[in-house]
């Protein structure tokens, strides 16, 4: 498995900006699907969007469309997540994740990073 290594959370006033970086070791990076997940205290685990191999294919969760971008880098071994408009209700742990496009889970995790969003 990939190992995955969340950075760039913080606290931020509503409407503003933050990255996410997640960068991993230990296998090749360009074989594994990446994504983000983030999980609120008392809510379930929520989809936040996810990147192929390439780059070439992104999808969103509907709460962030609009706002955030996903992006990776195969040279640098790293995803982002570039979250704009934050709002309240984005306040979570941020969890980056991976698998190999032939399973249908995540099956690599990050230790996540912490966002707060104030009003």
């Known amino acids: 498995q990939v190992q995955l290594v969340e950075s760039g959370g913080g606290v931020m006033q509503t409407g503003g900006s933050l990255r996410l970086s997640c960068a991993a070791s230990?296998?090749?990076?360009?074989?594994?699907?990446m994504a983000w997940l983030r999980q609120a205290p008392g809510k379930e685990r929520e989809f936040v969007a996810d990147?192929?191999?390439?780059?070439?294919?992104?999808s969103y969760g509907d709460s962030v469309k609009g706002r955030f971008t996903i992006s990776r880098d195969n040279a640098k071994n790293t995803v982002y997540l570039q979250m704009n408009s934050l709002k309240p209700e984005d306040t979570a742990v941020y969890l980056c994740a991976a698998r190999m496009p032939t399973i249908g889970y995540y099956n690599s995790w990050g230790q996540g990073t912490q966002v707060t969003v104030s009003s």
């Open positions: 990147i192929s191999r390439t780059g070439g294919r992104t």
């Open positions: 230990g296998r090749t990076f360009s074989d594994y699907v």
